[in-house]
């Protein structure tokens, strides 16, 4: 599995663009790129993920370069409720096992 | 659907003492799977079940046992609780199929082991 590299920590304003780099420079060819999102004394939410180029939703943007060792997660105007842990994770599909492993996420800490 | 719910939310033990943490799904998932989460860290993942009577170690595996006899359910067992095992124990379950690596995460359960 393997090893991602993020942001300890990260600040923001309300209304601005957050963008979290993460990097995996070891992501085997069958990985995908995810993201949980987990706000204090809850599970993690899954935001978003991909395996190459960009990926939209209605909550984030995904941003992967071409070799795929780093991805970058977009918050568009992000507000005080953005504030939360950001885990990235690689991994892959399995019928066999499909287990991720967290990280120690970026949290993101929204001012007003 | 309930989605994943896990019981008891919270919980003080002894050193010594034995129990089980319950997690279960409705929504016929066949992966499931049992995280660990200590103050300012990240999860780790301590077993994984990928179907009834199939279940591997993750990360952190010492101390806990789990069994998977339905698709719905997956216990974690503590026998012999340890203050290193003090920590919020978060369930999950998904789909093999389908969306690839999007896990439902339960509400956690806070133990303590005094």
């Known amino acids: 599995l393997a090893k991602t590299t993020q942001p300890i920590s990260m600040d923001s304003y309300e209304g601005q663009e957050v963008n979290i780099t993460c990097s995996h420079n070891n992501i085997a060819t069958n990985d995908y790129i995810t993201w949980y999102q987990q706000f204090p004394s809850q599970g993690p939410r899954f935001i978003i993920q991909g395996y190459k180029t960009k990926v939209t939703n209605e909550v984030a943007s995904l941003f992967i370069p071409a070799d795929r060792k780093s991805s970058t997660l977009s918050l568009p105007r992000v507000s005080l409720s953005d504030t939360a842990v950001y885990y990235c994770l690689v991994g892959g599909l399995s019928s066999n096992t499909g287990k991720l492993i967290f990280g120690q996420g970026t949290t993101l800490q929204v001012k007003p | 659907n309930a989605g994943v719910t896990q019981t008891p939310k919270f919980q003080v033990l002894k050193t010594g003492q034995s129990m089980t943490l319950q997690c279960a799904q409705d929504m016929n998932h066949e992966y499931m799977s049992w995280y660990r989460q200590d103050p300012g860290m990240g999860l780790r993942l301590i077993h994984y079940?990928?179907?009834?009577?199939?279940?591997d170690q993750g990360e952190v595996p010492n101390g806990y046992n789990v069994s998977r006899s339905t698709t719905e359910d997956f216990p974690l067992r503590l026998l012999s609780a340890a203050p290193s095992q003090t920590s919020v124990y978060f369930c999950a379950s998904r789909p093999l199929a389908g969306a690839v690596n999007e896990q439902f995460f339960g509400p956690g359960t806070r133990l303590t082991v005094l």
């Open positions: 079940s990928v179907g009834a009577g199939i279940t």
